[in-house]
């Protein structure tokens, strides 16, 4: 997993195996982890980065703020959980409702990819930031669950995928992503992720994408300020 910041502001834990709490608040330097952190990795991070060889329990990047977590495994439920800003990568699958109430705000946007799939209430009632699913090694079954994006005023879903998800509230609309919106919006940020994990970029970019967004005309969407 690529890691950019300076030997001396990096610390590396070996063999975790279900600890609390680890990088909570972390506002500078690098965490190295091995094995499997508990519930709350990264919880309020505020500019530190966080690389985790294995994967992570529940509502990791927990209000996350600024900074970036990634991860080379998968991911339990509730991730990334009101998250404020910064970038969290998964490189394989993520538990329920991951990127619920998601914000931003003026230039800071949240922002969650997934590399494999993510199971139901994916991005619910989400507020701003951007979630993309990639679905690899999914692409012949759904890469959400249920309920993808129930409740969302702001924001948008991408989906590496042609089909939409089943039980979409009709509060959402869904569109094809165009070419100019996938070359300037979707790539460089699928570009980065690839690159972290040093997997390949063109498997990653490859097929069509899918953007769920709330439908403004619906009376629900006016009672919060779009972002």
């Known amino acids: 997993m690529r890691m950019d910041s300076e ?63 990634a ?60 979630i993309i699913v990639l679905g690899l090694g999914h692409e012949k079954e759904e890469i959400t669950g249920y309920f993808c994006g129930n409740g969302m005023y702001a924001g948008t879903i991408y989906l590496r995928c042609d089909k939409r998800p089943v039980n979409l509230s009709d509060k959402l609309i869904t569109r094809v992503v165009g070419n100019e919106e996938k070359e300037e919006v979707l790539s460089p940020l699928i570009r980065d992720f690839a690159r972290t994990f040093s997997i390949s970029e063109e498997e990653c970019l490859n097929g069509s994408f899918l953007a769920i967004e709330a439908d403004k005309s619906k009376t629900y969407s006016q009672l919060y300020a779009a972002v």
């Open 7 to 69: 030997e001396k502001d990096k610390k590396t834990v070996h063999g975790c195996i279900g600890e609390r709490y680890l990088g909570c608040g972390l506002n500078s330097g690098t965490l190295h982890l091995e094995g499997t952190p508990g519930n709350a990795l990264g919880a309020y991070l505020d500019g530190g980065s966080i690389f985790v060889d294995g994967n992570v329990q529940d509502a990791a990047a927990d209000t996350m703020n600024d900074g970036l977590i």
């Open 71 to 130: 991860v080379r495994g998968s991911a339990g439920d509730a991730l990334a959980y009101g998250m404020r800003g910064g970038r969290v990568y998964i490189l394989n699958d993520a538990g329920y409702r991951a990127g619920v109430h998601m914000k931003a705000y003026g230039n800071k946007k949240s922002l969650l990819i997934i590399g494999g799939r993510t199971g139901s209430f994916l991005g619910e009632y989400l507020a701003g930031g951007i």
